[in-house]
């Protein structure tokens, strides 16, 4: 409307901005003055950032902005740091050998704290979190160790792996006597019986003479005649409680028919020579250590 049709409210005073709605009619009232200030200073400030900090996307790229400031950058710059102050405590660990590192406190210290976080990242997908294992994956904290658990043993296992694709990998591939046909499945339960016997859980009624001749005759060239295991050989100790992938008579008659083949990988190719000696160090102060 023209100005001297213009519309003054005769309550308020106020011009009205010619807008009604169901007989309410909309004042002209100015926006508060804090208000606009604060509107032109987030407009200035707007500009400013476009200006001194990186904002516009490109084809290709991005406007880099007066500063050049990038939080991507400090990012790859707190990690350099890092790992450079890493790698100057860790020096010490690359020259060592994982006895001397196990001897010196400080380097122990270290590799255990660097262990642990590699062993997360790496191995806790298998052996759990707290490396107490589960079924097929050993238990880290027993002093029960197919390939023995000296410092130098665990740190060779890590490095080449078992039945990995290392050309060092520790090999050993229990027989499947069932499958292959070595043992008739009567001979097979005979044989799991007399391997119950020897950690105190046999059946009742069950001939554990012909069971031990069976062992004998088939298993000591592994467990040894006192089946007490070959850490060299990768052969587990059947005369305790501990149990791989189970110890009731049903898992063990599957191990003796179809056999057992654990991968472990290779850690050498994906890890570098003081991680690795890191994980050795943590795996055995993890308190099954030999």
Same mark, same amino acid.
């Given at each position: 409307?023209?100005?001297?049709?213009?519309?003054?409210?005769?309550?308020?005073?106020?011009?009205?901005?010619?807008?009604?709605?169901?007989?309410?009619?909309?004042?002209?009232?100015?926006?508060?003055?804090?208000?606009?200030?604060?509107?032109?200073? #987030?407009?200035?400030?707007?500009i400013g950032y476009w200006i001194?900090?990186?904002?516009?996307?490109?084809?290709?790229?991005?406007?880099k902005g007066f500063l050049g400031h990038s939080n991507r950058a400090e990012g790859i710059a707190a990690y350099n740091s890092l790992v450079e102050a890493r790698l100057e405590q860790a020096s010490g660990?690359?020259?060592?050998?994982?006895?001397?590192?196990?001897?010196?406190?400080?380097?122990?210290?270290?590799?255990?704290?660097?262990?642990?976080?590699?062993?997360?990242?790496?191995?806790?997908a298998c052996h759990g979190s707290g490396a107490a294992g589960t079924t097929g994956y050993p238990n880290l904290l027993d002093d029960d160790w197919l390939w023995g658990g000296t410092i130098d043993a665990i740190h060779e296992t890590i490095r080449v792996g078992i039945r990995s694709t290392s050309d060092e990998t520790r090999t050993n591939d229990m027989t499947a006597f069932g499958r292959d046909e070595i043992l008739s499945s009567e001979?097979?339960?005979?044989?799991?019986?007399?391997?119950q016997s020897l950690s105190g859980s046999a059946p009742e009624g069950a001939d554990?003479?012909?069971?031990?001749?069976?062992?004998?005759?088939?298993?000591?060239?592994?467990?040894?005649?006192?089946?007490?295991?070959?850490?060299?050989?990768?052969?587990?100790?059947?005369?305790?409680?501990?149990?791989?992938?189970?110890?009731?008579?049903?898992?063990?008659?599957? #191990?003796?028919?179809?056999?057992?083949?654990?991968?472990?990988? #290779?850690?050498?190719?994906?890890?570098?020579?003081v991680t690795i000696k890191s994980l050795a160090v943590y795996v055995h102060t993890r308190g099954g250590g030999q």
């Open positions: 409307m023209s100005d001297h049709e213009k519309e003054i409210d005769h309550l308020s005073g106020v011009e009205t901005t010619g807008h009604s709605w169901d007989g309410l009619k909309e004042l002209n009232n100015p926006l508060p003055r804090w208000w606009l200030w604060t509107w032109y200073a #987030t407009i200035i400030w707007g001194l900090y990186p904002a516009w996307p490109l084809v290709t790229d991005y406007t660990l690359a020259d060592a050998s994982v006895e001397d590192i196990l001897a010196d406190d400080n380097m122990r210290q270290f590799a255990v704290a660097q262990g642990a976080a590699a062993f997360g990242d790496n191995c806790a001979e097979i339960a005979t044989v799991a019986s007399y391997v554990l003479e012909a069971g031990q001749q069976l062992f004998m005759d088939n298993c000591t060239s592994c467990h040894g005649e006192d089946a007490k295991g070959m850490q060299e050989l990768g052969a587990p100790n059947l005369t305790d409680a501990i149990w791989l992938y189970g110890g009731d008579r049903e898992t063990i008659i599957e #191990t003796i028919t179809n056999g057992r083949k654990g991968v472990m990988p #290779t850690w050498e190719a994906r890890l570098d020579p």
